[in-house]
T-cell receptor, first 115, second 115 residues
Framework: DGGITQSPKYLFRKEGQNVTLSCEQNLNHDAMYWYRQDPGQGLRLIYYSQIVNDFQKGDIAEGYSVSREKKESFPLTVTSAQKNPTAFYLC??????????????FGEGSWLTVV | KNQVEQSPQSLIILEGKNCTLQCNYTVSPFSNLRWYKQDTGRGPVSLTIMTFSENTKSNGRYTATLDADTKQSSLHITASQLSDSASYICVVSFILTGGGNKLTFGTGTQLKVEL
């Protein structure tokens, strides 16, 4: 079945450690996005990519890095520079961006906790 | 500043009752408005997408309205069910100066349906 898959569902990070969250889609979507969700706040855009080998910073990119080597994959690395990484992370994808009401498909999210 | 405000912040209703959730936005220039349902710890699921020219759109027991003049939208849930308990997020897309779109998320209305 077509869809978007995030893994792992739960991840624990030690202080000073980098961790990578996976986001894979088989919907042939060009655009992929990473968001962070904190309690009581709306989703905030971390990074997005509208085409392979190209990505743009979102509103809260500091302490994060991404790559888009394949159309299907858009992994997010939470680096040690991110001082408050504990959050729920969501990845989504859409066909040719979000213009003209293209449906956006979200993954099931990943919980990251610093221990 | 582009903002999306939702009200109420939380709502408790009895099963079988109707309810209406509100969304006011200051996003400009407007592209489209989406309503999502998000269960705790899960990815958001699309309910409706409306463009500038659409005033209402239904998806089963969910009916969304849009008044682009007053920049207001509502989501009406009819004959609520226990499974409707979730966070409902209003998302507005606006057009970037250099082209493309960007999403602005509301903080959501937490709905609880009780027996």
């Amino acid at each position: 079945d077509g869809g978007i898959t995030q893994s792992p569902k739960y991840l624990f990070r030690k202080e000073g450690q980098n961790v990578t969250l996976s986001c894979e889609q088989n919907l042939n979507h060009d655009a992929m996005y990473w968001y962070r969700q904190d309690p009581g706040q709306g989703l905030r855009l971390i990074y997005y990519s509208q085409i392979v080998n190209d990505f743009q910073k979102g509103d809260i990119a500091e302490g994060y890095s991404v790559s888009r080597e394949k159309k299907e994959s858009f992994p997010l690395t939470v680096t040690s520079a991110q001082k408050n990484p504990t959050a729920f992370y969501l990845c989504d994808s859409s066909l040719q961006g979000i213009a003209s009401g293209n449906t956006i498909y979200f993954g099931e999210g990943s919980w990251l906790t610093v221990v | 500043k582009n903002q999306v405000e939702q009200s109420p912040q939380s709502l408790i209703i009895l099963e079988g009752k109707n309810c209406t959730l509100q969304c006011n936005y200051t996003v400009s220039p407007f592209s489209n408005l989406r309503w999502y349902k998000q269960d705790t710890g899960r990815g958001p699921v699309s309910l409706t997408i409306m463009t500038f020219s659409e005033n209402t759109k239904s998806n089963g027991r969910y009916t969304a309205t849009l008044d682009a003049d007053t920049k207001q939208s509502s989501l009406h849930i009819t004959a609520s069910q226990l499974s409707d308990s979730a966070s409902y997020i209003c998302v507005v897309s606006f057009i970037l100066t250099g082209g493309g779109n960007k999403l602005t998320f509301g903080t959501g209305t937490q709905l609880k349906v009780e027996l």
